[in-house]
Each structure stands twice: as C-alpha cells, then as structure tokens.
C-alpha cells in the first residue's frame, strides 16, 4: 500500500546551523512531493514541492532532494531560525495529500 | 493572498450532537478535501470532492460524516451523532488543478472537542 515515512521524529538544532529532515516512501508510482510546515494550532502550510523529474529543487532557504532509487526525501532549512521550530511532514500528492507522521524541529537558540 | 478559512476555530459539543463544520475554499479551486489530525498525531485523509460530488473517502469517513457544498463558495464537514473519539482538528484544503498537478492549500483548522 501506499505510505509516507520520516526517518527521524524530533530535531534539535542550534540557531544559525543547517537542519536536514529525511523522508521515506514506498509508493513507485508517486510522481509530487509536498513539504508542509505545521506551527503549533495551525493547519500545514506548504513550503516546497518536486516532481519526479526532478532530483533538486530550492527555495528561499529550503532545499529539497529527491532520490528515486531509494525513495528518499529530505527537506534541507539553511541557517535556521527560531520560526523554523515547527513539524515538518512529507506528503506524497496523489490523488489526495498523503502524510506522513511529521518531524518535530526544535531550534535552540 | 488567498487563503482557505474554517470556521468555527473552536467547537465543543456533547457526544451524540450533531456538528457542521465550515470552509470556504480558495475561490478559484475545483478540488475540496478534509482531514483530520488527532492531537500530536499524523494528519489523516477523510474525503475530496470534486464537481459536486466525493471522489474518494477513507475507512474513517463512515456513515456519520457527510460533506456538501451548499453554495459556490461554502464546503461544509457535517458528523451526525458525535463520538467522543471524534475529538480532533479538522483541515480543509483545496486544490486549483487535483492532487497530481497543484499544491493543496489548508485552513487554519476547527478544534472539535467532543465530552
């Protein structure tokens, strides 16, 4: 069946270094990825996506790898911030989002 | 910028009431969804809807919930008799183009408590 992994549930950062989340999928056939943010009470805010025709795709402090081969996601945040503590979860885009459970980032200022 | 709104932020009602939970998407979009995230877990798929009518809904979207979208901006969650395992947050997202070509965009969520 289809599923949406992260490898690690909780990060802890110092304010200013980089922050790596990682992502696991077991579905072939999944062609768009989603990083969304969730801050505490609040819905899931996109942040990035990439197709599968592409291995890297970055945005303003966010880079996202993707590897095929090994149906790896990750999430890179560059110099993070205080307002980067927030859950990050992968989401296969299918037909429907499809989450998976969530990193929680912590930044230790 | 566009954003999907949810109303109530906070509804608390007795187990066995009805509740209607409201959305207003993001005008120009064509595809609805609802999810659900029980507190400190995963955000869970409920149902979309697409021209009218679901396209898929999950094994948690039984009999007791319903959606309808009444008029051309309103998209509603409708859970019939509440159970106290029915505490949650619920999104509403929309998308412009279904799940394969564009970004779903979420609201800010409606807290259901239910005692």
């Known amino acids: 069946g289809e599923s949406v992994g992260l490898h690690l549930p909780t990060l802890s950062v110092q304010e200013g270094d980089n922050s790596i989340i990682n992502c696991a999928y077991s579905?072939?056939?999944?062609?768009?990825f989603i990083w969304y943010k969730q801050e505490s009470g609040k819905g899931p805010q996109f942040i990035i996506d990439?197709?599968?025709?592409?291995d890297k795709r970055q945005g303003q402090r966010v880079t996202v790898l993707l590897n095929k081969t090994v149906k790896h996601l990750s999430l890179q945040i560059a110099a993070t911030q205080p307002g980067d503590s927030a859950v990050y979860f992968c989401?296969?885009?299918?037909?429907?989002?499809?989450f998976g459970p969530g990193t929680s980032l912590s930044v230790i200022p | 910028e566009p954003e999907v709104t949810q109303t109530p932020s906070h509804q608390v009602t007795q187990m066995g009431q009805e509740v209607i939970l409201r959305c207003v998407p993001i005008?120009?979009?064509?595809?609805f969804y609802w999810y659900r995230q029980i507190l400190g877990q995963k955000v869970e798929f409920l149902v979309s809807f697409y021209n009218n009518e679901i396209s898929e809904k999950s094994e948690i979207f039984d009999d007791q919930f319903s959606v309808e979208r009444p008029d051309g901006s309103n998209f509603t969650l409708k859970i019939r008799s509440t159970k106290l395992e029915d505490s949650a947050m619920y999104f509403c997202?929309?998308?412009?183009?279904?799940?394969?070509?564009?970004?779903?965009?979420f609201g800010q969520g409606t807290r259901l408590t239910v005692v």
């Open positions: 989401a296969e885009s299918l037909d429907k989002v499809i």
């Open positions: 005008s120009n979009h064509l595809y």
């Open positions: 990439i197709r599968s025709n592409m």
């Open positions: 579905n072939s056939a999944s062609d768009y």
């Open positions: 997202a929309s998308s412009e183009g279904g799940g394969r070509i564009t970004e779903a965009f």
